[in-house]
């Protein structure tokens, strides 16, 4: 029996017969792997701090005769995000994150990038007076810009001029006034916006959520983002549908 070390995010429980679940664990050595886990208290009770969902933990996994599936020899907490789980639209928005991060973090396959901006942002919707959306909206574009779907605002992708104000967002690049009229599937976008825009895709992650918004310009940016993300993906998240009817 080889074991093997690991960190990671749990990003995902399914039951398993009576006793057991299957977690998801995004990590930055494994990649995405799934796991099957029986540690409950009392069978029937929870699961160990170390092996809920949304933990941040160390594993000694092993693998199974099972296909694929690992098995847990060991877990330790390393963050429980406690603050987190203990909001109700915490849990919501990082119920979506989650959903993102299954979606594109592959089996097996290292993303330790991915891994980092989800944990920067599961610290941030933990902390007092989070502002949720300022954290989904930078979540998106810089899921985008990880994803290789950064829009570049630059200049007009038509004329070349330098005055950008329209996001063409199929394509992820820049209309000027007049050249943006001429398209369809575009989204008019003021300085301010563009600016925003310009500071998420190029910030490092421990200053990223530090720029000034106002509320109004923060729920455009935040509707952008979201569509923006939902177009490059090409899908749709049943919690980002959830997260929209709770607000
Ligand atoms: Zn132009």
Not at 41 to 68: I, R
């Amino acid at each position: 029996m080889k074991l093997v070390n690991a960190t990671g995010l749990i990003t995902k429980e399914v039951k398993y017969g009576d006793n057991s679940r299957i977690i998801t664990i995004i990590s930055p050595e494994l990649g995405k792997i799934s796991a099957i886990t029986n540690k409950y208290k009392g069978g029937k009770g929870k699961a160990l701090p170390s092996l809920q969902l949304f933990s941040y933990s160390s594993f000694v996994l092993f693998k199974g005769s099972e296909k694929g599936l690992y098995h847990i020899n060991e877990a330790d907490i390393i963050e429980p995000f406690k603050n987190l789980r203990e909001d109700l639209m915490g849990i919501v928005y990082a119920s979506y994150f989650c959903d993102v991060a299954n979606h594109i973090v592959m089996e097996n396959e290292e993303n330790p990038e991915f891994l980092r901006l989800i944990l920067n942002m599961f610290y941030a919707l933990s902390k007092k007076d989070a502002n949720f959306d300022k954290i989904k909206t930078v979540f998106e574009w810089k899921t985008a810009v990880l994803e290789g779907y950064a829009p570049d605002l630059e200049k007009c992708s038509s004329c070349g001029a330098e005055e950008v104000s329209y996001l063409d967002l199929g394509r992820g690049v820049g209309l000027c006034k007049n050249c943006g009229k001429d398209y369809a599937g575009v989204a008019e976008i003021s300085r301010n916006i563009k600016e925003a825009i310009k500071y998420i895709e190029n910030a490092e992650l421990s200053k990223v959520l530090s720029f000034e918004i106002s509320d109004k310009l923060c729920e455009y940016l935040n509707s952008l983002s979201e569509i923006y993300l939902r177009m490059h993906l090409g899908t749709e998240f049943k919690t980002l549908e959830y997260l929209k009817k709770m607000k």
